[in-house]
T-cell receptor, first 112, second 117 residues
Framework: KQEVTQIPAALSVPEGENLVLNCSFT??????LQWFRQDPGKGLTSLLL?????REQTSGRLNASLDKSSGRSTLYIAASQPGDSATYLC???????????FGAGTQVVVTP | GAVVSQHPSWVICKSGTSVKIECRSL??????MFWYRQFPKQSLMLMAT?????????EQGVEKDKFLINHASLTLSTLTVTSAHPEDSSFYIC?????????????FGQGTRLTVV
């Protein structure tokens, strides 16, 4: 059974600093890994999707890496802004139907 | 990206009543949808897999008679919480993926905050 762990559970940084969020998983036989953002009381916004054959994906200030063999993914957010404050979740997909296994998330606070 | 719409976004109901939550894929057909539950400050836990035209598949520990799932069309799945109790209060969220294979992205609805009083 896939287990997904996110470290740290919470993170507070001043505006402008870079953010590094870590995700590890136990079963490397994944189809893909997806990073999400969740604002309080809201649904999930997909940030980046990395296929199992890829090493990284980039979108604007966001960059996610994937090392499938070691079961790790890292989300980098450059030049953080207060609007980046949210909970970030990573999730792996290990079957063809689409069910995801989630980590517990990292709660990020960016202070002005 | 694709759009998944969930309704209502929040609902308050009395203990013992039933509540229906809808999940729609707006711009693609979804033969499979997923229902997750999230407790405060915890991650999302898969409750069940909703299959169009057939019975849902429930995860271990999820009561299928309490959480009724109906996937009557390729764009709509419903979750009915029957005889709701305060311990059913939670955040429920659905997801679906466009049917282009196992590498496609998962899209989520806005979620439904259920409060049972």
């Amino acid at each position: 059974k896939q287990e997904v762990t996110q470290i740290p559970a919470a993170l507070s940084v001043p505006e402008g600093e870079n953010l590094v969020l870590n995700c590890s998983f136990t079963d490397s036989a994944i189809y893909n890994l997806q990073w999400f953002r969740q604002d309080p009381g809201k649904g999930l916004t997909s940030l980046l999707l990395i296929q199992s054959s890829q090493r990284e994906q980039t979108s604007g200030r966001l960059n996610a890496s994937l090392d499938k063999s070691s079961g790790r993914s890292t989300l980098y957010i450059a030049a953080s802004q207060p609007g980046d404050s949210a909970t970030y979740l990573c999730a792996t997909r290990t079957d063809s139907w689409g069910k995801l296994q989630f980590g517990a998330g990292t709660q990020v606070v960016v202070t002005p | 990206g694709a759009v998944v719409s969930q309704h209502p976004s929040w609902v308050i109901c009395k203990s013992g009543t039933s509540v229906k939550i809808e999940c729609r894929s707006l711009d693609f057909q979804a033969t499979t949808m997923f229902w997750y539950r999230q407790f405060p400050k915890q991650s999302l836990m898969l409750m069940a897999t909703s299959n169009e035209g057939s019975k849902a598949t429930y995860e271990q520990g999820v009561e299928k008679d309490k959480f009724l799932i109906n996937h009557a069309s390729l764009t709509l799945s419903t979750l009915t919480v029957t005889s709701a109790h305060p311990e059913d209060s939670s955040f429920y969220i659905c997801s679906a993926s466009p049917p282009q294979g196992a590498t496609t992205e998962a899209f989520f609805g806005q979620g439904t905050r259920l409060t049972v009083v």
